[in-house]
T-cell receptor, first 116, second 114 residues
Framework: DAGVIQSPRHEVTEMGQEVTLRCKPISGHNSLFWYRQTMMRGLELLIYFNNNVPIDDSGMPEDRFSAKMPNASFSTLKIQPSEPRDSAVYFC??????????????FGPGTRLTVL | AQSVTQPDIHITVSEGASLELRCNYSYGATPYLFWYVQSPGQGLQLLLKYFSGDTLVQGIKGFEAEFKRSQSSFNLRKPSVHWSDAAEYFCAVGTLTGANNLFFGTGTRLTVIP
C-alpha cells in the first residue's frame, strides 16, 4: 500500500507568490491532518478534516492560509500571499476511521517550503 | 485540556547503552498514548501506541514504553541503542471522546556516539 503522498517535496518561491501544497491520504482513511514544523515552534497542527469536512482550523495562522478537501483522496493547503516566515516543513497525515479513540496517524514525507 | 511534556530537549548516549526518553501527559481520563520517531528529512513514523490493557507495550525497532497512570508518564525505553536510532522522538496523546486529533510534545533529539 502506498503511504501518504505529498507534493511537491521541495518548493522555493518568492515572497508574495501563491503556494499550493498537495496531499493524497491513504485509501480508506477518513481523517486528514495538516501540520507545520519549524525549529522555533516545533510541530503545529494547522487543520484537520474528518470525512472531508474541516473539523478544527484553529491552528491556521492567518487568513493567508486556506485548506480544502474536495474528496476523500485529495487535499490542498494554500498560502496566498506567501511570506518568508512561512518557510517550514509541512506535513500531511491521515488516519483510519476512529474506533473507540483516536487512531494512529500516518505521516507523509513532508514538503519543505522556502519563501525568499 | 490535554497536553504532553517531553522534558529533555536533547539526549546523547553511547552506542550500546540503554535509553529512556521521558514523556508526561496531562489528561483527566485514560489517555491514548503514542511514540513517533522522525529521522532527518523524513516524516514521523509510529513506534508504538497504548490504548488499554498491558501497560508495557512493545514497538518496532526494539523499543518499548510503559504507561504509569500514577505518574502520568509514558516513557520510551530501549536496552541497547544503535547508531541508526539517532533521530527526533515525539510523544503524543489523544482522547477517547471529542476530537480525533493528537497533541504532540516538543520532541527529544537523540544523538548516538560511537
Amino acid at each position: 500500500d502506498a503511504g501518504v503522498i505529498q507534493s511537491p517535496r521541495h518548493e522555493v518561491t518568492e515572497m508574495g507568490q501563491e503556494v499550493t501544497l498537495r496531499c493524497k491520504p491513504i485509501s480508506g482513511h477518513n481523517s486528514l491532518f495538516w501540520y507545520r514544523q519549524t525549529m522555533m515552534r516545533g510541530l503545529e497542527l494547522l487543520i484537520y478534516f474528518n470525512n472531508n469536512v474541516p473539523i478544527d482550523d484553529s491552528g491556521m495562522p492567518e487568513d493567508r492560509f486556506s485548506a480544502k478537501m474536495p474528496n476523500a483522496s485529495f487535499s490542498t493547503l494554500k498560502i496566498q500571499p506567501s511570506e518568508p516566515r512561512d518557510s517550514a516543513v509541512y506535513f500531511c497525515a491521515s488516519s483510519p476511521p476512529r474506533g473507540q479513540g483516536p487512531d494512529t496517524q500516518y505521516f507523509g514525507p513532508g514538503t519543505r517550503l522556502t519563501v525568499l | 485540556a490535554q497536553s504532553v511534556t517531553q522534558p529533555d530537549i536533547h539526549i546523547t548516549v553511547s552506542e550500546g547503552a540503554s535509553l529512556e526518553l521521558r514523556c508526561n501527559y496531562s489528561y483527566g481520563a485514560t489517555p491514548y498514548l503514542f511514540w513517533y520517531v522522525q529521522s532527518p528529512g523524513q516524516g514521523l513514523q509510529l513506534l508504538l501506541k497504548y490504548f488499554s490493557g498491558d501497560t508495557l507495550v512493545q514497538g518496532i525497532k526494539g523499543f518499548e514504553a510503559e504507561f504509569k497512570r500514577s505518574q502520568s508518564s509514558f516513557n520510551l525505553r530501549k536496552p541497547s541503542v544503535h547508531w541508526s536510532d539517532a533521530a527526533e522522538y515525539f510523544c503524543a496523546v489523544g482522547t477517547l471522546t471529542g476530537a480525533n486529533n493528537l497533541f504532540f510534545g516538543t520532541g527529544t533529539r537523540l544523538t548516538v556516539i560511537p
